[in-house]
Nanobody, 121 residues
Framework: QVQLVESGGGLVQAGGSLRLSCAASGTIFSINPMDWYRQAPGKQRDLVAVIRSGGNTDYADSVRGRFTISRDNAKNTVYLQMNSLKPEDTAVYYC???????????????WGQGTQVTVSS
């Protein structure tokens, strides 16, 4: 009943920028938190950035100062602005959200399909 649709990935040179978007649709009462993860080949899926209610954010040490997460609650959308990209940022990036479908219901995790980000040197 809930879908997360990602966009904005692609190929960019080191030092460049990309902006990822993830829009949630379906039967949604509330979404909290919203996060971005990434997974490189042969590696585990790691948290990149999280945004909570009221705009509180946190970042992985490897991206702090270069990436910015934001959300538009009216649009059920989360963004990841990625600046000063490095080859080690190359990975599949996944949007994640904790969703309530009605008041008082449990919070379930939903994932996007992933979008490829490739940074060349």
């Amino acid at each position: 009943q809930v879908q997360l649709v990602e966009s904005g990935g692609g190929l960019v040179q080191a030092g460049g920028s990309l902006r990822l978007s993830c829009a949630a649709s379906g039967t949604i009462f509330s979404i909290n938190p919203m996060d971005w993860y990434r997974q490189a080949p042969g590696k585990q899926r790691d948290l990149v950035a999280v945004i909570r209610s009221g705009g509180n954010t946190d970042y992985a040490d490897s991206v702090r100062g270069r990436f910015t997460i934001s959300r538009d609650n009216a649009k059920n959308t989360v963004y990841l602005q990625m600046n000063s990209l490095k080859p080690e940022d190359t990975a599949v990036y996944y949007c994640h959200a904790g969703v309530q479908t009605r008041p008082g219901s449990p919070v379930f995790s939903y994932w996007g399909q992933g979008t490829q980000v490739t940074v060349s040197s």
